[in-house]
T-cell receptor
Framework: GAVVSQHPSWVICKSGTSVKIECRSL??????MFWYRQFPKQSLMLMAT?????????EQGVEKDKFLINHASLTLSTLTVTSAHPEDSSFYIC?????????????FGQGTRLTVV | GNSVTQMEGPVTLSEEAFLTINCTYT??????LFWYVQYPGEGLQLLLK?????DKGSNKGFEATYRKETTSFHLEKGSVQVSDSAVYFC???????????????FGKGMKLTVNP
């Protein structure tokens, strides 16, 4: 299957700093990428949907100025957690789909464990 | 809106036991249905999928059948192994051509531990 690479796999940062997480589709063009946050006890929360070349669509309750999403090319989307605080510590996962092919399958990155100290 | 309800666990089984994880859904039109698996410390991997009623998805000994009449997509495996220990997510995706959303909607996940 297609591969989505997410980097870094883990990061520790100081409170108040910003952290960028990259999500790359390695062997297909991702017209749409999704960013999720995974809370303790597993539940996945969709944060936003990004389409190449346009602004991301954020889910209700997600601060767009805090979680900046950029999808500048068909193979790369980035999530920047700005002015991070300990409550932002979480596991962030991206997924990518090529909706132009009509394929319904989403491919997931391996996730990024963010710890804010 | 679309939603998925699945068994939440956690569940502990002995090796070679039979596994069933129930999943039911609510959706507009005819969604695609998925089971994803997450191994410790990793992202999600697609385990199997079904895109229309009565389709059966299968992979690695796991099976699930798309039952429109009961709006269900239960996951089964006849004999689990220690390596099946993971978190299992049921999910659905709508079809924009039918007025649905392409967003994946997940159940809350179920943690499975298989002991030797």
């Amino acid at each position: 299957g297609a591969v989505v690479s997410q980097h870094p796999s883990w990061v520790i940062c100081k409170s108040g700093t910003s952290v960028k997480i990259e999500c790359r589709s390695l062997d297909f063009q991702a017209t749409t990428m999704f960013w999720y946050r995974q809370f303790p006890k597993q539940s996945l929360m969709l944060m936003a949907t990004s389409n190449e070349g346009s602004k991301a669509t954020y889910e209700q309750g997600v601060e767009k100025d805090k979680f900046l999403i950029n999808h500048a090319s068909l193979t790369l989307s980035t999530l920047t957690v700005t002015s991070a605080h300990p409550e932002d510590s979480s596991f962030y996962i991206c997924s990518a789909r090529d909706l132009l092919t009509g394929d319904t399958e989403a491919f997931f990155g391996q996730g990024t464990r963010l710890t804010v100290v | 809106g679309n939603s998925v309800t699945q068994m939440e666990g956690p569940v502990t089984l002995s090796e070679e036991a039979f596994l069933t994880i129930n999943c039911t859904y609510t959706a507009t039109g005819y969604p695609s249905l998925f089971w994803y698996v997450q191994y410790p410390g990793e992202g999600l991997q697609l385990l199997l999928k079904a895109t229309k009623a009565d389709d059966k998805g299968s992979n690695k000994g796991f099976e699930a059948t798309y039952r429109k009449e009961t709006t269900s997509f239960h996951l089964e495996k006849g004999s689990v192994q220690v390596s099946d220990s993971a978190v299992y997510f049921c999910a659905l995706s709508g079809r924009p051509s039918q007025g649905g959303s392409e967003k994946l909607v997940f159940g809350k996940g179920m943690k499975l531990t298989v002991n030797p």
